[in-house]
């Protein structure tokens, strides 16, 4: 009898939801759901399993929200297509340029990559990227259920992937849960790659012909020109220089600085950071200093063709950078440093 009388009262709570907007529909479909669960669970004093509670909580949000109109992948991962993609189909090991958000089900945002939104949503700052961020399929990088959304998808797509917790583990034995509780990924495709080094390639001639007069690379993927030769032989590994950098990515975001003007200009300062000259001792590429301290490969190479007083700037595909460490501003990216070598 008890059972029977939530249930009519449930449905009777379902009517009222119905004629609510959309927003407050949600919140309280949501309360609701939560207060049945925890009254059925206790009229069975049976022990339910979060999996079981969050996965009544999603169900009664796709009734509610999207109405039943959705169904769920394998995963029980829920896609609402926003914009049909008509360019490149992703495959399993392709590479790819997304923008997108985070929600819970509420609504709410937890992140965003998405510039304007962040300035809307109150959280933006200069120091954080908010280009487009890169992701790699098949490579065990990526949560289950994100991958598996994503490869439905196609180039120029937009599409809001509902992705339970037990779809958020990563595709591998004895992976942790990314998220908590079901998280909403608001995703815009920007680019499916399917040869990424050519493409790094491809970027970076492009980046020197526009702002380097079509200035040739040194060896596969690295760029370098003098600005001030500076006196002296060139450096040698064992040798100390100090020197100033500015850090960019081949779009124009400044990501790092030693010099505080710069960083001031930028609007990155830090006042945490102790800004001025570093002291490196140089090192061959790939190696390390006798210290154990050590620069990027392409920023090694670039030292040592400097003298003291020198002034370069060099850019370079991401294996001569952090490669696929991820970084701030996302992993394989192409890097972009101006470098000053301070006189001896």
Not at 60 to 85: A, E, F, M, R, W
Not at 134 to 152: D, P, Q, V, W
Request: net charge neutral; proline share 2%; charged share 20%.
């Amino acid at each position: 009898m008890f059972l029977r009388r939530l249930t009519l009262n449930i449905n009777r709570y379902q009517e009222i939801i119905l004629r609510m907007n959309t927003r407050h529909r949600l919140n309280f479909a949501l309360i609701i759901t939560t207060i049945a669960l925890f009254l059925s669970s206790c009229a069975k004093e049976v022990v339910e399993s979060s999996d079981s509670i969050e996965k009544r909580i999603l169900e009664s949000y796709i009734s509610v929200v999207h109405k039943d109109s959705i169904q769920p992948l394998p995963s029980g991962v829920y896609i609402i297509n926003t914009k049909k993609g008509t360019g490149t189909s992703f495959k399993e090991n392709s590479t790819v340029f997304v923008r997108y958000s985070t929600l819970d089900l509420k609504g709410n945002y937890l992140s965003t990559t998405n510039e304007a939104l962040a300035k809307q949503l109150g959280s933006f700052s200069y120091a954080n990227y908010y280009g487009p961020i890169l992701l790699e399929l098949g490579n065990f990088t990526l949560i289950k259920g994100l991958e598996e959304a994503l490869l439905t998808l196609k180039e120029g797509a937009r599409a809001k992937i509902i992705i339970p917790s037990w779809a958020s583990e990563f595709n591998y034995l004895n992976s942790d849960r990314y998220h908590a509780t079901t998280t909403i990924y608001d995703v815009e495709v920007v680019k499916v790659i399917d040869d990424y080094p050519q493409y790094e390639l491809d970027t970076l001639q492009r980046f020197s012909n526009i702002h380097y007069d079509g200035l040739d690379s040194l060896v596969k993927g690295y760029y370098y020109k003098s600005l001030v030769e500076g006196t002296g032989d060139s450096l040698k590994a064992g040798l100390t220089a100090r020197y100033n950098y500015v850090g960019r990515l081949t779009n124009g975001f400044v990501f790092d600085t030693n010099i505080e003007d710069t960083a001031r200009k930028y609007k990155i300062y830090n006042s945490t950071k102790t800004y001025g000259p570093l002291t490196q001792e140089i090192h061959e590429v790939g190696e390390s200093s006798t210290s154990g301290s050590s620069v990027v490969d392409g920023f090694a190479k670039t030292l040592l063709k400097m003298r003291y007083g020198g002034k370069a700037v060099t850019f370079f595909g991401s294996e001569w950078g952090y490669a696929t460490e991820t970084q701030s501003f996302g992993k394989r990216q192409q890097l972009h440093f101006y470098i000053e070598v301070l006189p001896e």
